[in-house]
């Protein structure tokens, strides 16, 4: 399985991004994407987790009402809109997938499989 991400960019504070990330390869028709995030000198740490099946998703409570998540089950691709951006919220973001999950998870030790990251930079 692999993963490519992207959207990644420089924006202003209040500004909006998208990024993506699509799956290839051996997936299953029951999969768990989620979107985690790292700034400089922190940990990884969750941002939001869709199931690929029913659509559920849940959110780190920082990002709740600003991001939304969504998937397009064709094209094995999941999203993540990002609005009202905050510099807080600068970050390399990674897509992970969890091939044989059925309920989304905020840990990172439940997804096999990452993406390269994609910098999201937020000005002030």
């Known amino acids: 399985v692999q993963l490519q991400a992207s959207g990644g960019g420089l924006v202003q504070a209040g500004g909006s991004l998208r990024l993506s990330c699509a799956a290839s390869g051996r997936t299953s028709s029951s999969y768990v994407m989620g979107w985690f995030r790292q700034a400089p000198g922190k940990e990884r740490e969750f941002v939001s987790a869709i199931v690929k099946r029913s659509g559920n998703t849940i959110y780190e409570d920082t990002v709740k009402g600003r991001f939304t998540i969504s998937r397009d089950n064709v094209k094995n691709t999941v999203y993540l809109q990002m609005n009202s951006l905050k510099p807080e919220d600068t970050a390399v973001y990674y897509c992970?997938?969890?091939?044989?999950?059925?309920?989304?998870?905020?840990?990172?030790?439940?997804?096999?499989?990452w993406g390269q990251g994609t910098q999201v930079t937020v000005s002030s």
């Open positions: 992970a997938l969890d091939l044989s999950g059925q309920y989304a998870s905020r840990s990172r030790t439940a997804y096999e499989y």
